[in-house]
């Protein structure tokens, strides 16, 4: 059993050095917190950088609504952020990614799917930080 147990994590460490291979972007995560002045003792929230130049891959894929008009089916694009599993950005969090000569600022829209060899995140495209 140990040798199947070990046979699976190399396996899994072979898988996640190509997935790694793949990340052509880098990215930057902000999140929202509360920060006290150990001054003044008044709490404010404020963006704060959590991650900084973290390899990363944004993926593009359209997906076709369930609801149709007689002219044409509505598609909507899902964006998803691929990096290592190592990480944990939360929900809501500000997320600035370069790749391909293009820096375009979204927000984490969902909970991480997250597997040995890398996560998933579904992003959105950011208007408050536009």
Excluded: N, W
Aim: with cysteine; proline share 4%.
């Amino acid at each position: 059993m140990e040798m199947i147990a070990d046979a699976i994590k190399q396996a899994q460490a072979l898988a996640r050095k190509a997935q790694e291979a793949t990340y052509d972007g880098r990215c930057t995560v902000m999140e929202h917190q509360k920060l006290k002045d150990p001054k003044t003792r008044i709490t404010t929230e404020k963006d704060v950088v959590v991650l900084e130049d973290e390899p990363c891959r944004l993926s593009y894929s359209s997906v076709s609504a369930v609801d149709q008009t007689e002219s044409a089916a509505k598609t909507a694009q899902v964006t998803k952020l691929f990096l290592s599993p190592d990480v944990q950005i939360k929900p809501g969090a500000k997320i600035t990614v370069t790749q391909a000569g293009r820096t375009r600022t979204y927000e984490c829209g969902s909970v991480a799917a997250v597997y040995p060899t890398h996560q998933e995140i579904v992003l959105q495209l950011s208007e408050r930080y536009a």
